[in-house]
């Protein structure tokens, strides 16, 4: 596993099985700088927001949204609080115009947004929160994983305190029936406290899974998974879908305490662009970068380049002070033209942010961090 694992070998071997080609060389060339390319949008508040099937008008808190473009419709899949006692989340399903959002240059308005209630806490793996939603399509239906916060979540002593739950649409995104929970194979589970940040995605004709591990000892490994669907549904009516073959995609920098996924790849070709959250060491300020990845059966994951600084950090008052302060934490992003990608991200764990990022842009900060 390579020197920095020596000593967590024995719960770390039953954990990961190796590091992807590329991942090592990504922590050199990363530097504690940030070019930040986001260009605001829109900030949608708690108050913004009306909900249609709950007898609260509004949230308490809502953040951290995922994103689906259909033609000129913006769908938002954001997670939403309606109380702090054990700030148990769901997710509210909200539609936007395209258009709208991309009408100028100046910061959009948006007034009052109609959303409803469409995943909330209903089994032993979320009933204590449904959170950080990334949307997807695979073949013609929606995927939808989140993290689950367990009926382990509030035991400090317990391992398998959140688990991805991941849902599916066939209707874009209006209902969702939750469909396959996402576990580690046998004798690993015991070896982690929590799996997050997680989504799939098939790649020449392999279906990956996205995910970060916190185990026993205190580590966090950000890591792809092959996907082995599994014939046993539990009681629960949730169909085993089993992690294996998990390497390390990359590993944190000497500035940062961990990092994690931010949302499900944009395809370039036969590369993948995929954004990551980093979390400062001594001040746990969330920023963004983003790594330029390649998969094949054969070479498994190889990480080809990396944004050298970050491409996005808190500026803006919303995103500089909130529930939890200094926090950029995207879900969703999407590619709405040649040269655009539409980003869905929380701020400060109370607000709805919406930016935009010139690809362009995007692919030179990647070029000055080549790896292959």
């Known amino acids: 596993m390579g ?7 024995k719960t770390e071997g039953v954990v990961v099985s190796g590091l992807a080609a590329g991942a090592k060389e990504v922590s050199r060339i990363r530097r504690y700088e940030t070019n930040d390319i986001a260009r605001r ?21 809502a953040f951290n949204p995922s994103l689906y473009v259909e033609g000129d419709e913006v769908r938002l899949f954001i997670r939403v609080t309606v109380g702090y006692y054990r700030y148990a989340s769901a997710i509210a399903f909200a539609r936007l115009k395209l258009d709208t959002l991309l009408s100028g240059k100046e910061p959009v308005v948006l007034g009052e947004v109609e959303a409803s209630l469409v995943v909330y806490p209903s089994t032993s793996y979320d009933i204590w929160g449904v959170e950080d939603p990334r949307v997807y399509s695979m073949g013609d ?3 939808m994983t989140y993290t689950g916060r367990t009926i382990s979540y509030f035991d400090i002593n317990s391992v398998g305190r959140t688990a991805p739950i991941t849902a599916v649409s066939g209707d874009g995104g209006f209902t969702w029936k939750k469909s396959y929970i996402h576990l580690l194979p046998h004798g690993a589970n015991s070896a982690v406290i929590s799996d997050k940040n997680a989504f799939m995605y098939d790649v020449d004709g392999e279906r990956l899974f996205f995910h970060r591990l916190h185990t026993v000892s205190d580590q966090f490994f950000t890591v ?12 629960e009516g949730l169909r085993e879908l089993v992690s294996k073959d998990t390497v390390v995609a990359i590993e ?5 305490s961990k990092n994690g996924w931010a949302a499900p790849p944009i395809r370039l070709g036969k590369d993948y662009i995929v954004l990551l959250h980093g979390v400062d060491k001594h001040t746990s300020v969330y920023r963004v970068f983003a790594m330029l990845m390649e998969y094949s059966r054969s070479d498994g994951i190889v990480v080809k380049a990396v944004t050298p ?10 995103e500089v002070y909130g529930d939890r302060p200094y926090v950029v934490f995207p879900c969703g992003v999407a590619r709405v033209d040649s040269t655009t990608l539409l980003l869905s991200y929380g701020a400060a764990d109370q607000f709805v942010g919406i930016a935009a ?16």
């Open 3 to 9: 020197a920095e694992y020596a000593g967590h070998k």
């Open 41 to 61: 949008i829109t900030v949608i508040s708690p108050e913004d927001i009306r909900l249609t099937n709950y007898p609260l008008r509004h949230p308490v808190t």
């Open 141 to 143: 239906k929606l995927y």
């Open 224 to 235: 792809v998974s092959r996907v082995e669907e599994s014939s046993r549904v539990n009681e």
């Open 252 to 256: 944190r920098a000497s500035f940062e």
């Open 309 to 318: 600084r970050y491409i996005m950090e808190p500026r803006e008052l919303y």
């Open 357 to 372: 990022i010139d690809l362009n842009e995007l692919l030179s900060e990647l070029d000055r961090g080549r790896i292959y």
